[in-house]
């Protein structure tokens, strides 16, 4: 991957780690940072002054088609042919959340402004927008009713059916 100087033409540097293509690349907010998205099933953060390779970030089980950061340079969502997105702590590289629902390779995703929600479209014709707004409150919720309508469609579970008499049914 090659920096260039956009007013002289130059080059300023390349960027040498992705073992293929490279899909994309975008600046963090404050122009630190870069993210790039390879062929090789990896997302790289490099210093955007040095070149230096910060982060490789793996976990994609196929092509990697873009990378970007939240609005506040925290979290970097990535779209991947593997049909999921992925977000990431970039401080520390750690995969903190797979989304999953695509039916084909995803080939976008991006936060909205707050970093709570992000949009993805997929090969597979659709665009998802994904909640990432979950505290404990809400996953408790989520996860009452889901076995509501477990318990709703199968009677016969063997499970405590009062587990979640306390928490509300709306989510």
Aim: hydrophobic share 40%; net charge negative; with cysteine.
């Amino acid at each position: 991957m090659k920096i260039w100087d956009a007013d002289t033409g130059e080059e300023i540097r390349t960027l040498k780690g992705h073992r293929a293509l490279v899909r994309s690349a975008v600046f963090s907010p404050d122009s630190k940072q870069i993210a790039s998205a390879s062929r090789d099933s990896t997302v790289k953060i490099w210093d955007a002054a040095t070149g230096t390779l910060i982060r490789n970030l793996t976990g994609h089980s196929e092509s990697v088609n873009s990378a970007v950061f939240s609005s506040d340079g925290k979290r970097i969502a990535s779209a991947s042919a593997d049909n999921t997105v992925k977000i990431w702590d970039v401080a520390t590289g750690k995969e903190l959340v797979t989304l999953s629902g695509h039916s084909a390779s995803v080939i976008s995703a991006v936060f909205n402004l707050d970093g709570k929600r992000i949009v993805s479209a997929s090969n597979d014709n659709s665009v998802r927008v994904w909640d990432l707004d979950w505290d404990l409150d809400k996953l408790t919720k989520r996860g009452c009713h889901l076995l509501r309508e477990s318990l709703e469609s199968n009677p016969n579970a063997n499970i405590d059916r009062h587990l979640c008499d306390d928490i509300p049914a709306s989510l």
